[in-house]
Structure formats: C-alpha cells, structure tokens
C-alpha cells in the first residue's frame, strides 16, 4: 500500500514537473516563432499560407497548434496538411496539394480546375503548368483526370478537352479523340493500345473515334 502511494505521488510530482517546465519553455522569447517553412506545395505560396495561418505574435513552437491547423486544412486547394516544430523558432507546415487537371477559361481569365472542374485558388503562372486547356465542365475535367491516372504519356500529349453533347473530344495536334464522357480506366487503356497500334501501321488520321470500343473508327485517314 505504502509502495502504491510513493509511486502515485511520484508520478503526480513528474507531471507537475514536466507541466511547469512546458509553461516555462512557452514564456521564454528564444522559443517564439519567427519563420514558416512551407513543405511539399507546388502551388501554394508562401506568403498565401502564412496569411491563412494568422500565427498570433509572441507565439511559441510549444504553444498548441491545433487552431493553425484548423485554419491550414480550410485552405482551399489543400488536401491534406500536418504541422510539425522545429527548434528554436520555426513551425513546419506540411501540405498534399489538390493537383489541377486543366486549365480553363472563368472570367476573361485562366484558372486551374481540378477532378471536378472546381476552380483553384492557385496561380497558372506560378510556377509555369503544362496542362491542356478544357472546357469549365465537370465532365470533361473528370475525363481528364481519369486519363492521367491510367495514362500520363497519352495524357500530356492532350492539348484541349472539350465536351460535345454527352462525349468529350481531346485534341491532340495531330488530330481528335472522340471518347464516351463516362469512359472507364479500361477504356483509356483500350483506346491507347489501339492508337499506339495504329500508330505502328503508319496509318494517319484527323479523328479517331473511341466511343463504341473495342471498335476504332478512323476518320480523314491518309499519310
């Protein structure tokens, strides 16, 4: 019974002990924050993560974090984000950017849309994208979206995205991909082979219509 109460005494004086030590580490200025370090942003800047952040003066790397991150995961853009210490004065944000799929028209201007053809509070410029341009249309940039994911080479070769009626056309240079709006990963994969066997043949075309696969259809073929 003795040897129960010493240990819980022990253990309450350790807690108390490591309670006032932190509270003494939060008051001293040396362990203040002076500088965010922005980690795995693409897109986001720097000072755009600070504005949201609102770090408060005299705030401390001890001090709890979990307003900062409440106010980090509501950027929009962000899909995941953890902040971590670094000593003496730096806090880390560590972010997992939504990535764009298109670049599309909003406004007289360009924006960056994501899977659902969202716009993203991102600017195209900075750093310089190279994406397709795409109608400002959920289905197209879901399109999109699947066909990076199956196929990131036949993905960047795709110089515009746009949806005609229920199907979405992608313009290659070369010519023009007709595909089904909903067109699952196995039909991307399809339609690469297909072109990439087409291509072997040395046969050419303007369009190449993919919407009644396994069947290709070829159109203004030549060359």
Same mark, same amino acid.
């Given at each position: 019974?003795?040897?129960?109460?010493?240990?819980?005494?022990?253990?309450?004086?350790?807690? *108390?002990?490591?309670?006032?030590? *932190?509270?003494?580490?939060?008051?001293?200025?040396?362990?203040?924050?002076?500088?965010?370090?922005? %980690?795995?942003?693409?897109?986001?800047?720097?000072?755009?993560?600070?504005?949201?952040?609102?770090?408060?003066?005299?705030?401390?790397?001890?001090?709890?974090?979990? =307003?900062?991150?409440?106010?980090?995961?509501?950027?929009?853009?962000?899909?995941? =984000?953890?902040?971590?210490?670094?000593?003496?004065?730096?806090?880390?944000? %560590?972010?997992?950017?939504?990535?764009?799929?298109?670049?599309?028209?909003?406004?007289?201007?360009?924006?960056?849309?994501?899977?659902?053809?969202?716009?993203?509070?991102?600017?195209?410029?900075?750093?310089?994208?190279?994406?397709?341009?795409?109608?400002?249309? !959920?289905? %197209?940039?879901?399109?999109?979206?699947?066909?990076?994911?199956?196929?990131?080479?036949?993905?960047?070769? =795709?110089?515009?995205? !746009?949806?005609?009626?229920?199907?979405?056309?992608?313009?290659?240079?070369?010519?023009? =991909?007709?595909?089904?709006?909903?067109?699952? !990963?196995?039909? /991307?994969?399809?339609?690469? !082979?297909?072109?990439?066997?087409?291509?072997?043949?040395?046969?050419?075309?303007?369009?190449?219509?993919?919407?009644?696969?396994?069947?290709? /259809?070829?159109?203004?073929?030549?060359?």
């Amino acid at each position: 019974m003795k040897k129960r109460l010493l240990f819980g005494f022990g253990a309450i004086a350790l807690a *108390l002990l490591a309670v006032g030590g *932190l509270r003494l580490l939060r008051s001293l200025s040396f362990f203040r924050v002076r500088r965010l370090e922005l %980690v795995g942003a693409r897109y986001l800047t720097p000072r755009d993560a600070a504005a949201a952040l609102a770090v408060p003066s005299g705030f401390s790397v001890f001090d709890n974090t979990g =307003v900062l991150l409440r106010r980090a995961r509501a950027l929009t853009g962000v899909l995941e =984000v953890r902040i971590g210490r670094r000593l003496p004065g730096t806090l880390r944000l %560590v972010v997992r950017e939504v990535e764009p799929v298109a670049l599309a028209e909003r406004g007289g201007r360009l924006v960056l849309v994501d899977s659902l053809a969202r716009t993203l509070p991102f600017d195209p410029t900075r750093p310089a994208v190279d994406l397709p341009l795409a109608d400002a249309d !959920s289905v %197209v940039a879901g399109l999109l979206a699947r066909l990076r994911e199956t196929d990131p080479d036949f993905y960047a070769r =795709v110089e515009r995205g !746009s949806r005609i009626q229920r199907d979405v056309a992608l313009d290659l240079g070369r010519g023009r =991909v007709l595909l089904r709006a909903g067109a699952t !990963s196995e039909e /991307i994969r399809d339609l690469v !082979s297909g072109a990439e066997a087409i291509d072997r043949r040395g046969i050419g075309w303007r369009e190449l219509d993919a919407r009644y696969l396994p069947r290709l /259809i070829l159109r203004g073929k030549g060359g």
